[in-house]
């Protein structure tokens, strides 16, 4: 949604000013949530389902990254999905769009297109419980760079394998020594 993005630009413009509590400098939050609609939806939404079997409209998710200097965190929560299901999920290059293949490939950190992986990549791969929900963090040594990350994929099968199943369109924030 637009409200938590908006909420995340500005705590993260306070903590880039020096406030909220004196941590490392250069710290930065990014959220970004909303609820899977279908790409077809009448409204366009942030939160695309492209399979409504495993991402059904109405589940929720919410994306945030955390950051300073010394690297990031990114975080993701969702709930609504199949009970006891194991679905990969990746930070993306591009924007959601209605072709899932919209969302470009996976960021990589250093871009090279015979070695993807964890190290890499952010990779959130997760098994939701047995409510439907699910949660995965990557931390990293690295940030992203200015451009280079715009969305959170879902896919049907964790690591390299699936389809792309639903999407999230993130604010991702630059790494402050990549800008």
């Known amino acids: 949604m637009?409200?938590?993005?908006?909420t995340g630009a500005l705590a993260a413009a306070v903590l880039a000013a020096g406030g909220g509590g004196g941590g490392?400098?250069?710290?930065?939050?990014?959220?970004?949530?909303?609820r899977f609609a279908p790409a077809t939806a009448f409204m366009p939404a942030s939160a695309i389902t492209y399979d409504t079997k495993l991402v059904p409209a109405g589940a929720s998710?919410?994306?945030?990254?955390?950051?300073?200097?010394?690297?990031?965190?990114?975080?993701l929560r969702v709930s609504g999905l199949v009970a006891g299901h194991t679905y990969g999920a990746h930070v993306h290059q591009k924007p959601c769009g209605t072709d899932p293949k919209a969302a470009g490939g996976h960021y990589q950190h250093v871009v090279d297109p015979k070695?993807?992986?964890?190290?890499?990549?952010?990779?959130?791969?997760?098994?939701a419980d047995a409510s439907g929900a699910g949660s995965a963090v990557a931390r990293k040594t690295?940030?992203?760079?200015?451009?280079?990350?715009?969305s959170v994929v879902l896919h049907d099968m964790p690591g390299m394998k699936g389809?792309?199943?639903?999407?999230?369109?993130?604010?991702?924030?630059?790494?402050?020594?990549?800008?």
């Open 163 to 179: 389809a792309r199943v639903a999407c999230l369109t993130v604010g991702f924030a630059p790494s402050p020594r990549s800008s």
């Open 24 to 34: 490392p400098a250069n710290c930065y939050w990014v959220m970004a949530q909303g």
């Open 61 to 75: 998710i919410k994306v945030q990254q955390f950051g300073d200097d010394s690297g990031m965190t990114v975080d």
């Open 115 to 127: 070695q993807a992986n964890a190290r890499n990549e952010v990779w959130l791969d997760f098994t």
């Open 2 to 6: 637009v409200a938590g993005m908006v």
């Open 142 to 150: 690295w940030g992203l760079r200015s451009g280079g990350a715009a």
